[in-house]
């Protein structure tokens, strides 16, 4: 009845020498690790490297709201009214003009179409001349026309204070657009269109033509 314990015991023995022995001649075989002995620590990853703090930008002022009062920018609609009062008042002496031109007639066939049409070119040069001398000579001298001053509005150069008769006469020099024979007031009426969207558009009220005459500017005088 003891022969099975016996063999059982001799095979166990068996086995653990031979894996005693195997665990030996392997030499590329680690060695047994003792469940008593602590294993090494595992390696943990470097801490991540903190980035020094970034200053904050804060988004820059917004630009300041032009003045209501004096200095501001003239708007659009106030220039409007200033510029009708001065055309009535230089169609008025243009219209004294053409009666001396053209002697009282109106129909063009009793002096003939070459009479005419030389008349109607002499009176478009006239006219165009009175009118840039009107403005010219006005706001060079004071800064202002009739219109302005009706509208509290004053021209001023490109470094302040009055235009120069050079400046005045190149932010006025569209009219003469008037010589052109019969077409001139269709391109003169482009032209006030153009300088009416320059202007609505520009954060200066400053028109195409302001711009042409080096940067003079509309502005309000209270």
């Known amino acids: 009845s003891t022969l099975p314990v016996v063999a059982v015991s001799d095979s166990l023995t068996s086995r653990r020498y031979l894996h005693e022995e195997r665990t030996v001649t392997d030499p590329g075989s680690p060695p047994p690790r003792d469940p008593a002995m602590p294993g090494p620590e595992p390696v943990m990853p470097p801490p991540d490297v903190a980035m020094p703090p970034q200053p904050m930008t804060s988004p820059p002022p917004p630009l300041p709201a032009p003045a209501a009062g004096a200095g501001a920018p003239g708007d659009l609609t106030t220039r409007f009214i200033a510029r009708l009062i001065d055309g009535i008042l230089v169609g008025v002496a243009n219209g004294i003009i053409s009666i001396f031109i053209f002697g009282g007639f109106v129909n063009p ?114």
């Open 109 to 222: 066939m009793a002096m003939g179409i070459v009479g005419f049409t030389g008349r109607f070119l002499l009176y478009s040069v006239i006219a165009a001349a009175i009118t840039i001398a009107y403005f010219a000579l006005m706001e060079s001298n004071s800064g202002q026309t009739l219109g302005k001053m009706l509208m509290s509005l004053r021209t001023e150069g490109a470094g302040g204070g009055k235009p120069t008769m050079e400046q005045a006469l190149k932010r006025n020099a569209f009219y003469a657009l008037n010589i052109i024979p019969f077409l001139g007031w269709l391109a003169l009426l482009a032209v006030y269109i153009y300088i009416a969207v320059t202007i609505n558009n520009s954060p200066t009220r400053q028109g195409w033509h302001d711009k042409f005459a080096g940067g003079t500017q509309v502005v309000k005088t209270k």
